[in-house]
């Protein structure tokens, strides 16, 4: 199943799942050795070698041969040409480098393959394609990245998309031939110098530990990926039929270059290249935890999240090597530092294995349980065990063999964490052998002293633990309930009404005692503690405006973490925007929502106590109540499960299409970001279509880049729902669209606040034309029909009085 796992056994995959398994790689470079030359197709006859190499038809990529890093090792290699960060995608001979170039040829051979050659002639690789004796067989390099080797005009007999070795690439498939039974597999490189290395896609370690799943492929996109179902570049296809089943993206906009890959820590990546910056940039990253990804820290060591060093090593291990640790390379893991004599005395009397203990542990997989009746027997009998590494005792014996890995630092009252009992050599624990007994010594000098003094202290914890649980009780405001799970089974009728799911969880319809109707959201990938979550709780439910979801309960009940908020019988302004096709949303009632949904946020970030950032403002998260009035939902949810903002890569959070650019460009996150999605929201609040959608001839364009221009074009009235015919206010619907240009400018500092969002909305301050935003300017210069051109005085701050944003 596995086709690289001789190279790279330790490395993360991807498959897909289901009676087929496909496994995605990357490998991504930005300092490889890469000579320029003359650029040819490959014909019957004619060979590469050298720093020769072969250009697709309009320059996008290029084919040859390239030494990775500091390596000395040579591949043959497909690699963007277009962009001055060489980025690797298809690598031919990744198992069987070769030290030269100048004798090695790459070729196509008699039967028809391609063949490379090392200096005696000896093949290194070859296509494997069909055999074919015509004259007219030629490998040609296409602009999509493909290598085609073909036979006339018409007859593909091998292509590099059907044996992925590095990207992902728009336009390729990830599948199986239902007839042949073959797969395409592949694995991440090993390190950035050496390439060793159900309808669903998942993650994998070593080809057997998952840790990630997409969810199943339900008609439209993958269940546990919402980014796949929302507005994007992209459009994701899957395909189940009798010949192949297989898996496809493509990019709306010719002008985006993006790749998908897992890099050696194992985390899946999607990337695109900025022309602003000319860099690669992250926009989704699954999973978000990084300690999810199976044996981050390598054997014994130990991945904590909240650590500004992701992985440490065991108490009595050290890093092997320890140089790889220090470029953040954890994959080696840890080594003991001294021996296990395996047994409880050694053979000089001296004193021999013992146990450590290492509480709040995620516990390893794969334990093998045994019979014993007490925790006592359980130490023993992995004393016993020379093999013996590990052992728990929770509602019954388990131990372990061999190497420990997935080793994680848990919070308190999360309900995976346990209590692991690690084997160690007596000279590694924290005392020496001669304080120890020293420590006994005096221990057992006063005891009888300690012993009174106990009585005392633990009657003083009992009332200290008493009082601090009844003000933890009161802490609760008289309008926030506490509730029980059992509890939340009634309400919910065991959770039998589901109204959706998001980010954050599942919400279901409840009704309390007094028929009041609830939505209760059950958490998922909460990393807080059962203190702090009531404390945030507690901070969230203070937080009341009209214009924001009341939240009026909770739950904390070992692992299970529920809210309970106020029930909008309006639903939420996606379902009437996008879903329903309803007529009820005319101007008035959605000029009506914009300023509430301004307010609201405008509450979260200058009013509360501290700032309150949403981070994922779009249609799906404003609810309305009865009356259509609108209410910011899920708000202060980053925090309350402890998400950490300060590793902007492994935590960005929001949907595409929304996303601000500082998510993605590694600049501090600030309130500005919800600004630019509230501008992002209003476009399709004008115009009732999602951010990707399709134009007048039936072509898909990123509605924004459209939409901008044409308010400085001054065209708004074609911006405005159809459903309308043209009935709504002109001086509103300009104010509104002016406003969405100015809060989607690439610089958070050209936006407004929301405050200022509010006052021009209600008509306090005016606002001047909007310039065109530079990162959409970007996206569509190429495009015939988008022509705008900066002028130098267009960037001004919009902020300063002075200028032209208000007047």
Same mark, same amino acid.
């Given at each position: 199943m596995?086709?690289?796992h001789?190279?790279a ?6 498959r897909?799942?289901?009676s ?6 990357f ?8 000579q320029?030359?003359?650029a040819i197709?490959i ?5 590469l070698s050298?720093n020769?190499?072969?250009?697709s038809?309009?320059?996008?990529f290029?084919l040859g041969?390239f030494t990775?890093?500091n ?5 043959? #290699? ?13 690598v031919? /001979?990744?198992? =069987? ?5 100048s $004798?090695?040829?790459?070729?196509i051979?008699?039967?028809g393959k391609l063949v490379l050659?090392k ?6 690789w070859?296509? /494997?394609?069909?055999p074919?004796?015509s004259n ?9 990245g493909n290598?085609?080797? $073909?036979?006339g ?11 992925p070795?590095?990207t *992902?690439?728009?336009g390729?498939?990830?599948g199986? &031939?239902?007839?042949?039974g073959?797969?395409?597999? =592949?694995?991440?490189?090993?390190n950035p110098e050496n390439?060793d290395?159900?309808n669903?896609?998942?993650l994998? *370690? ?5 840790y990630w $799943?997409?969810g199943?492929w ?5 269940s546990a990926?919402?980014g796949?179902?929302e507005s994007?570049p992209?459009?994701?296809t899957?395909v189940d039929?009798?010949q192949?089943k297989y898996?496809?993206?493509?990019i709306l @906009?010719?002008?985006?270059i993006t790749l998908?890959?897992?890099d050696s ?5 999607q ?5 602003s910056?000319?860099?690669w +940039?992250t926009v989704f =990253? ?12 390598g054997a ?5 999240q909240?650590?500004l ?7 009595g291990?050290?890093?092997?090597p320890?140089?790889e ?7 080696s893991g840890c080594?003991?530092?001294t021996?296990?004599?395996c047994?409880n005395?050694?053979? =000089? #009397?001296g004193?021999?294995?013992r146990?450590v203990?290492m509480?709040n542990m995620?516990?390893?997989a794969?334990p093998?349980n045994l ?5 006592k027997d359980c130490?023993q ?5 020379c093999?013996?590494?590990?052992y728990?005792?929770?509602?019954g014996c388990s131990i ?6 997935n080793?994680q ?6 309900g995976?964490a346990?209590?692991?009992?690690l084997?160690?050599a007596?000279s590694?624990f924290?005392a020496?052998n ?13 005891i009888g002293g300690?012993l009174g003094?106990?009585?005392v202290?633990?009657g003083?914890?009992w009332a200290? !633990?008493?009082?601090? !649980? ?8 008289g309008?926030?309930?506490q ?5 939340f +089974?009634?309400?919910?009728?065991n959770?039998?009404e589901k109204l #959706?799911?998001?980010?954050f969880?599942?919400?279901f ?6 028929s ?7 958490l ?5 503690g059962?203190e ?11 937080i009341?405006?009209?214009?924001l979801v009341h ?13 309970v908020?106020?029930?909008?019988s309006? #639903?939420s302004?996606?379902s009437?925007l996008? !879903? &329903?096709?309803s007529?009820v949303l005319?101007?008035?009632?959605r000029y009506q929502?914009?300023p509430?949904?301004?307010r609201g946020l405008?509450?979260?970030?200058e009013e509360?106590r ?5 981070? @994922?403002?779009?249609?799906?998260n404003?609810?309305l109540?009865?009356?259509?009035c609108?209410?910011v939902a899920?708000?202060g949810?980053?925090k309350?499960?402890?998400?950490d903002?300060?590793?902007?890569l492994?935590?960005?959070?929001g ?6 650019p500082?998510?993605i460009?590694g600049?501090p996150i600030?309130s500005?970001?919800?600004?630019y ?12 279509k999602? &951010?990707?959608?399709q134009?007048a001839?039936g072509?898909?364009i990123f509605?924004?880049s459209w ?8 065209d708004?009235?074609s ?10 206010d ?12 100015w809060?989607i400018?690439e610089?958070?500092?050209?936006r407004?606040?929301?405050?200022q ?9 005016e606002?001047s034309?909007p310039p065109?935003?530079?990162?959409l300017?970007?996206?569509t210069?190429?495009?015939s029909q988008?022509r705008?051109?900066?002028?130098s005085?267009?960037?001004n701050d919009?902020l300063?009085? $002075?200028?032209?944003?208000? !007047?």
């Amino acid at each position: 199943m596995v086709l690289f796992h001789a190279f790279a056994p330790m490395d993360a995959e991807i498959r897909l799942c289901s009676s087929l398994s496909i496994f995605l790689l990357f490998f991504l470079f930005s300092s490889l050795k890469i000579q320029h030359c003359v650029a040819i197709d490959i014909s019957l006859g004619q060979a590469l070698s050298g720093n020769q190499t072969i250009v697709s038809k309009e320059g996008h990529f290029e084919l040859g041969f390239f030494t990775p890093g500091n390596s000395r090792n040579y591949y043959i #290699g497909i690699w963007y040409k277009t962009i001055p960060v060489q980025t690797v995608i298809w690598v031919a /001979n990744r198992a =069987t480098p070769i030290s030269n170039t100048s $004798s090695a040829e790459l070729k196509i051979s008699e039967d028809g393959k391609l063949v490379l050659l090392k200096s005696s002639k000896i093949p290194v690789w070859s296509s /494997n394609s069909t055999p074919s004796t015509s004259n007219s067989t030629v490998a040609v390099l296409l602009d999509t990245g493909n290598l085609v080797i $073909s036979k006339g005009s018409n007859t593909t007999i091998w292509q590099s998309f059907d044996h992925p070795t590095g990207t *992902w690439m728009p336009g390729g498939w990830l599948g199986v &031939n239902n007839i042949t039974g073959e797969y395409q597999s =592949t694995t991440s490189w090993e390190n950035p110098e050496n390439p060793d290395g159900s309808n669903q896609f998942v993650l994998l *370690w070593n080809g057997s530990e998952i840790y990630w $799943s997409s969810g199943l492929w339900n008609g439209q996109y993958f269940s546990a990926v919402p980014g796949t179902r929302e507005s994007t570049p992209f459009n994701f296809t899957f395909v189940d039929n009798m010949q192949r089943k297989y898996a496809m993206y493509t990019i709306l @906009d010719s002008s985006f270059i993006t790749l998908c890959f897992i890099d050696s820590s194992g985390l899946l990546r999607q990337w695109y290249w900025l022309n602003s910056t000319q860099k690669w +940039q992250t926009v989704f =990253t699954q999973p978000l935890a990084q300690c999810d990804v199976y044996s981050l820290c390598g054997a014994f060591g130990i991945c904590d999240q909240k650590s500004l060093n992701t992985c440490r090593c065991s108490h009595g291990f050290e890093p092997a090597p320890l140089k790889e640790w220090e470029f953040n390379v954890w994959k080696s893991g840890c080594m003991r530092k001294t021996s296990l004599r395996c047994s409880n005395k050694s053979s =000089t #009397g001296g004193e021999g294995d013992r146990f450590v203990e290492m509480t709040n542990m995620r516990l390893p997989a794969n334990p093998q349980n045994l019979t014993v009746g007490s925790a006592k027997d359980c130490e023993q009998a992995c004393l016993n065990n020379c093999s013996c590494t590990a052992y728990a005792y929770v509602s019954g014996c388990s131990i372990w063999t061999g190497d420990l890995r997935n080793l994680q630092q848990l919070d308190d009252g999360d309900g995976r964490a346990g209590a692991l009992h690690l084997q160690l050599a007596a000279s590694d624990f924290p005392a020496s052998n001669s304080s120890h007994k020293l420590v006994i010594d005096l221990t057992l000098s006063v005891i009888g002293g300690i012993l009174g003094i106990s009585f005392v202290l633990v009657g003083l914890i009992w009332a200290f !633990q008493r009082r601090k !649980q009844i003000w933890m009780e009161k802490q609760v405001d008289g309008s926030l309930i506490q509730f029980t799970f059992g509890d939340f +089974q009634r309400v919910t009728k065991n959770f039998s009404e589901k109204l #959706g799911s998001g980010g954050f969880g599942s919400v279901f319809k409840g009704t309390l005692i007094d028929s009041t109707e609830v939505a209760v959201k059950k958490l998922e990938g909460f990393r807080q503690g059962e203190e702090q979550f009531r404390t945030e709780v507690s901070t969230l439910a203070a937080i009341q405006h009209v214009n924001l979801v009341h939240l009026r309960g909770f739950c904390t009940e070992g692992s299970k973490r529920l809210l309970v908020y106020e029930y909008m019988s309006g #639903g939420s302004l996606d379902s009437h925007l996008f !879903q &329903n096709k309803s007529t009820v949303l005319d101007w008035k009632t959605r000029y009506q929502i914009i300023p509430g949904i301004a307010r609201g946020l405008a509450y979260l970030h200058e009013e509360c106590r501290e700032c309150i950032i949403h981070c @994922d403002i779009k249609p799906d998260n404003i609810l309305l109540d009865k009356d259509f009035c609108a209410k910011v939902a899920d708000f202060g949810m980053a925090k309350l499960i402890g998400r950490d903002f300060s590793r902007v890569l492994t935590t960005i959070r929001g949907t595409i299409g929304y996303l601000a650019p500082e998510w993605i460009s590694g600049l501090p996150i600030t309130s500005k970001v919800d600004v630019y999605s509230f501008g992002m929201m209003l476009f399709e609040l004008v115009s009732g279509k999602r &951010n990707t959608t399709q134009s007048a001839d039936g072509r898909k364009i990123f509605y924004p880049s459209w939409v901008a221009a044409k308010v400085v074009e001054g065209d708004i009235f074609s911006l405005l729902d159809h459903g309308f015919k043209g009935a709504a206010d002109l001086d509103e619907l300009t104010r509104v669209c002016r406003v969405a240009c100015w809060c989607i400018q690439e610089s958070e500092a050209h936006r407004p606040t929301m405050g200022q969002v509010v006052q021009i909305l209600e008509g306090v301050l005016e606002v001047s034309m909007p310039p065109l935003p530079r990162a959409l300017q970007l996206l569509t210069e190429d495009q015939s029909q988008i022509r705008y051109h900066l002028s130098s005085t267009e960037y001004n701050d919009p902020l300063d009085q $002075s200028q032209d944003f208000l !007047q």
